[in-house]
């Protein structure tokens, strides 16, 4: 099975920008599509973006044109690059492996994104 672990989240101002990264173990990395979530206190975990095994992305209406997911199968990893940032993108960020409905990975322990306006 594959396991997941995100970093890269951090503290930044208004407008700046991160690249979160997620990191996979195990086989068959290359063969999954990857989304990346996010949740606020009091929120339910939203979809951010996902990519699938070739590189075709999809975007959340939220993030699309500031966000962007790429994936790296060599490396066993997807970023997520995150732009123009806004006090809304405050979260945790996740990232899992979705498929048929559910999810094929376990939810990680996520990486802190806090946007300071």
């Known amino acids: 099975q594959v396991q997941l672990v995100e970093s890269g989240g951090g503290l930044v101002q208004a407008g700046g920008s991160l690249r979160l990264s997620c990191a996979a173990s195990?086989?068959?990395?290359?063969?999954?599509?990857i989304a990346w979530y996010r949740q606020s206190p009091g929120n339910e975990r939203q979809f951010i973006a996902q990519?699938?095994?070739?590189?075709?992305?999809n975007y959340d209406d939220r993030v699309e044109g500031r966000f962007t997911i790429s994936r790296d199968n060599a490396k066993n990893t997807v970023w997520l690059q995150m732009d123009s940032l806004k006090a809304e993108d405050t979260a945790v960020y996740y990232c899992?492996?979705?498929?048929?409905?559910?999810?094929?990975?376990?939810w990680g322990q996520g990486t802190q994104v806090t946007v300071s306006s």
């Open positions: 990519i699938n095994w070739a590189g075709g992305a």
């Open positions: 899992n492996c979705p498929y048929g409905g559910g999810f094929l990975c376990e």
């Open positions: 195990g086989s068959g990395f290359g063969a999954y599509v």
